[in-house]
T-cell receptor, first 116, second 113 residues
Framework: EPEVTQTPSHQVTQMGQEVILRCVPI?????FYWYRQILGQKVEFLVS????????KSEIFDDQFSVERPDGSNFTLKIRSTKLEDSAMYFC??????????????FGPGTRLTVL | GEDVEQSLFLSVREGDSSVINCTYT??????LYWYKQEPGAGLQLLTY?????DMKQDQRLTVLLNKKDKHLSLRIADTQTGDSAIYFC?????????????FGRGTSLIVHP
């Protein structure tokens, strides 16, 4: 069964450094998403992406964050100048169609980002 | 706004029933979801219920919806050790024509042999 993959599984970085989290969505999917979950807190929506541009973003997704689909397979989340509070699990997801209630998003296993 | 609340942990014995509870605040949600996250894996849509339903049963899973109290529950009958996972309640946030799931913190279900 096709699946969403994410690399690395765990990323440790120093505060102030830039990190790039990578995702490979399911190949025929057109919509891509990033979520994050700070330890012990809710899974929060960050951004959705379609047709090479951001469709929606939450208030969390500020200028520190950017997303890109650099080629036909990868979908990346870049965090510039990381802060301690960026430490979280970051989930990528993809869907075949625009979510209309019961369409399924497929989630990757997540990247745990630790900012020291 | 939407705010989904769930308890963090539930521990049951194998063979018993598990009931995971959730409360939400957006009464206009047309669907409510349960996701499951197994260790080392991503969130997987387990089941969903339309807001015009009170109950949905799917094999060992029973979803109950109380719209008056904005309460959603997931019952797992004959719980197995393989059911150990984190279960997320979610409701959709309509954003730009798309329904983005809004998740709770997740309930860790621990099944003891």
């Amino acid at each position: 069964e096709p699946e969403v993959t994410q690399t690395p599984s765990h990323q440790v970085t120093q505060m102030g450094q830039e990190v790039i989290l990578r995702c490979v969505p399911i190949s025929n999917h057109l919509y891509f998403y990033w979520y994050r979950q700070i330890l012990g807190q809710k899974v929060e929506f960050l951004v959705s992406f379609y047709n090479n541009e951001i469709s929606e973003k939450s208030e969390i997704f500020d200028d520190q964050f950017s997303v890109e689909r650099p080629d036909g397979s990868n979908f990346t989340l870049k965090i510039r100048s990381t802060k301690l509070e960026d430490s979280a699990m970051y989930f990528c997801a993809s869907s075949e169609a625009l979510l209309a209630g019961t369409d399924t998003q497929y989630f990757g296993p997540g990247t745990r980002l630790t900012v020291l | 706004g939407e705010d989904v609340e769930q308890s963090l942990f539930l521990s049951v014995r194998e063979g018993d029933s598990s009931v995971i509870n959730c409360t939400y605040t957006d009464s206009s949600s047309t669907y409510l979801y349960w996701y499951k996250q197994e260790p080392g894996a991503g969130l997987q849509l387990l089941t969903y219920i339309f807001s015009n339903m009170d109950m949905k049963q799917d094999q060992r899973l029973t979803v109950l919806l109380n719209k008056k109290d904005k309460h959603l529950s997931l019952r797992i009958a004959d719980t197995q050790t393989g059911d150990s996972a984190i279960y997320f309640c979610a409701e959709p946030l309509l954003s730009g024509g798309s329904y983005i799931p809004t998740f709770g913190r997740g309930t860790s279900l621990i099944v003891h042999p």
